[in-house]
């Protein structure tokens, strides 16, 4: 807990903590700032997709008493789907709809998602109309309701496409998921929508196949620290339940940063791991020479950076750019250029072989609104301070981040008046960015 009001100054535990609640809380999220916007646009939209469906009504002769939907079979699996979950369905609850009906649902891209808003409910409204009218859906219903279909899109329908039927394991998780949303009453992806999602994979198929879809096959890290891990209620038991799930060494490596963030302290290593981890530590430490021009290295990308100076690669410098790149061209790397002698592939990653031409590529600092922006060559990466670090790699994620900077100074003030917003700045601003979620 934080001190008493005007007592004394915040420690760093204070502010660290301060940091957590802000970032947990999204209020510092750019989106908020533009929500009023997306809000009028949204509204626009589904007036213009109502008034569509109603047209669609007003010339179309509806099969009053058809099958409200497109494959009756195949909403009565995934209603069942739901059930073993604890999630009892009713019609409007879950449908199964044609492969491909906008808004990227597919089985390629987003398979499933849960109407949570009611422009989203007017727009499947529309599709299901337009795009999968009368005689539009070759394998399907061949004569819907559509006055009885059209009413199933409601708010909190879990929309799945038709292609991932045949998909057992994809099916469970992308429904599951969605359960996660309706048991849970949670629209945004906070840590307990995952937490349902992965615990009934864990039940249902067992923890190494809870792990297999958490990080490879339905989720990966990077998704849950984008979302899971950074959105409340839910965050630490989310963490703690891809620590019983993951191999530790996974866990270590993908999610220390969140768990000492979440949990307050270091993340503990068994004696193996710790050995193994300082060892390849020496190794790579070892293995770490500077570049010239005539420098040759081969390996995948990870492998290239462990090469390197490791100031050399922070950020966005430890990227290949232009990616697919070819045999013979000029790249980006390392904050140097080289050329592209060699291309195989290892475990499924490109191989290259670099030789470096230029060392010293053109560096230019700039300020862009609330953050600093630098370049060099056609990397850009991001600070919340002229010299640096540059931490970030999307100018989206700094600008969020000078935002909790200024929601967490606001809070030590309230409790601490007696400091000032310059002495504040740079602890706060330090803090920050020592804890951002790569």
């Not at 989720?219 to 799930?245: C, F, N, S, V």
């Not at 290239?304 to 290949?320: R, T």
């Not at 670099?354 to 060559?377: F, S, Y």
Request: include cysteine; charge should be negative; proline fraction near 5%.
């Amino acid at each position: 807990m934080l001190g008493p009001t005007g007592t004394t100054n915040p420690t760093p535990e204070e502010i660290m903590e301060l940091v957590r609640q802000v970032r947990a809380s999204g209020d510092s999220s750019r989106a908020r700032a533009i929500g009023a916007e997306a809000n009028k646009a949204g509204a626009d939209r589904a007036e213009s997709d109502k008034k569509e469906v109603a047209d669609f009504f007003d010339t179309y002769q509806n099969n009053t008493g058809g099958y409200a939907g497109f494959f009756p079979d195949h909403d009565s699996t995934v209603m069942g789907i739901m059930s073993e979950v604890g999630c009892q369905p009713g019609p409007t609850d879950i449908i199964v709809v044609p492969a491909d009906v906008g808004m990227g649902l597919s089985s390629g891209a987003n398979p499933a998602v849960a109407l949570m808003t009611e422009d989203k409910v007017a727009l499947f409204r529309k599709i299901a109309v337009t795009n999968y009218g009368p005689g539009k859906v070759e394998d399907g219903e061949p004569n819907p309701d559509y006055q009885a279909l059209v009413a199933r899109f409601t708010i909190g329908t879990i929309v799945i496409a038709k292609s991932l039927m045949s998909q057992e394991f994809k099916l469970k998780g992308t429904i599951w998921h969605e359960c996660g949303h309706k048991l849970r009453g949670i629209k945004e992806e906070a840590g307990l929508v995952f937490v349902s999602e992965i615990s009934a994979m864990r039940d249902a198929f067992g923890k190494e196949a809870a792990y297999e879809w958490a990080l490879k096959l339905g989720r990966t890290a990077d998704y849950h620290r984008t979302y899971g891990l950074a959105k409340d209620p839910g965050r630490k038991e989310l963490l703690l339940l891809l620590q019983e799930i993951c191999p530790e060494h996974v866990f270590y490596d993908e999610f220390r940063k969140q768990y000492e963030d979440i949990m307050g302290e270091p993340l503990k290593l068994s004696d193996d791991l710790g050995q193994r981890l300082r060892k390849e530590k020496e190794e790579r430490d070892a293995a770490r020479r500077p570049v010239e021009v005539g420098t040759v290295l081969t390996g995948t990308l990870p492998e290239l950076c462990a090469q390197v100076p490791e100031q050399d690669v922070a950020g966005a410098l430890g990227v290949i750019r232009p990616a697919g790149a070819k045999l013979g061209d000029t790249v980006t790397f390392a904050g140097k250029k080289w050329v592209v002698r060699g291309l195989g592939s290892r475990a499924g990653k490109t191989l290259y072989t670099l030789e470096c031409t230029v060392t010293e590529l053109p560096t230019t600092v700039v300020k862009k609104e609330e953050v600093w922006e630098k370049t060099v060559g056609p990397a850009k990466s991001y600070g919340l301070a002229e010299a640096g670090p540059w931490s970030y790699t999307r100018y989206i994620d700094a600008m969020n981040d000078s935002r909790v900077v200024e929601a967490v100074i606001a809070k030590v003030l309230e409790m601490y008046p007696q400091m000032s917003r310059e002495t504040l700045y740079p602890l706060v601003r330090d803090e920050v960015t020592r804890t951002v979620k790569q």
